[in-house]
């Protein structure tokens, strides 16, 4: 018989193939370095620029498709612009970047979106979609309390409304990349007795529109709000009571860019 003859196809070995290398994967995500909740712009970016420094990065989506809100550009029109600073960050991912006009710069926003997938894919980020993330895990510890680690669930378990536990995954620091929602930071503060690192203590809430404060606050608010939790992107200026931008990615992008480089130094020490 030649071996190299291909076997007739058992669909039995497809199904421990998926179902090892799956748990493989998850097993592997049981004490993260980092968790990255939500798949947009900002949390593909740090998962790209985390995974790329060698730390154990898992990105927990709730959607099927990784890319959040910058598939469609602006109502469907799909490019998006960013400005002269942050375009470095699309080059380096190899996106094309056109110049519009003085220090305005256009990009596919498709491209965009499959590229930095791609990136933080490639670069080893473990990558969870359709799941989601519903709370955190909560210690006690000298300094008061931290977050340690997050909460997850099957986003088709949350559709349909089942009433089935969760599962919990340890990390030594969480992103919360989810967007205007700011959903697992609004989890945190509604469930436990804690003052996030803001003015009030509480979330502050976005304001309208003003893309030029919003693109430089996103950058600035991007830190980490409660021990063990930072915020990125759109959440960051969600939770610092700044405005929204609209389809200019640059302080997404640079965000992501940041809480990687603080999240690196944080957990090299
Ligand atoms: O909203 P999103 O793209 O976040 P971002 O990185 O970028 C914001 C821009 O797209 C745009 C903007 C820029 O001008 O204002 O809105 O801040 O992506 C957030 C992702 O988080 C997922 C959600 O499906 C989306 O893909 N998400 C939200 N809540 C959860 C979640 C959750 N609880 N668990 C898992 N994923």
Known sequence: MNPNQPKPLD??????AI??????????????D?????????GLTAAWKLASEGFNVGLFERKLSLGGG?????????????????????????????LYRDGYYTADAVTCTTTLASRACVAGAKVFNCTTVEDVCIREEAGGKRVTGLVINSSPVEMAGLHIDPVVLGSK??????GHATEVLKTLVRKNDVRLNTPSGGIEGEQSMWAERAETT?????????????????????????YRMGPIFGGMLLS?????EEIAKQLRG
């Open 11 to 16: 669909e039995r070995v497809i199904t421990e």
């Open 19 to 32: 179902a090892d290398r799956y748990f493989a994967k998850f097993k592997s995500c049981l004490d993260l």
């Open 34 to 42: 980092v968790a990255i909740v939500g798949g947009g712009p900002s």
């Open 70 to 98: 910058m598939w469609g550009g602006g109502m469907t029109w799909n490019m998006v612009v960013v400005q002269e600073e942050s375009r470095h960050i699309l080059e380096e991912a190899g996106v094309p970047v056109e």
């Open 173 to 178: 620091c969480l992103i919360e990349a989810t």
């Open 218 to 242: 996103t950058v600035d608010n991007t830190r980490e709000v409660f021990p063990g939790m930072w915020v990125a992107g759109m959440a960051a200026n969600a939770t610092y009571g700044s």
């Open 256 to 260: 992501g860019l940041k809480v990687a």
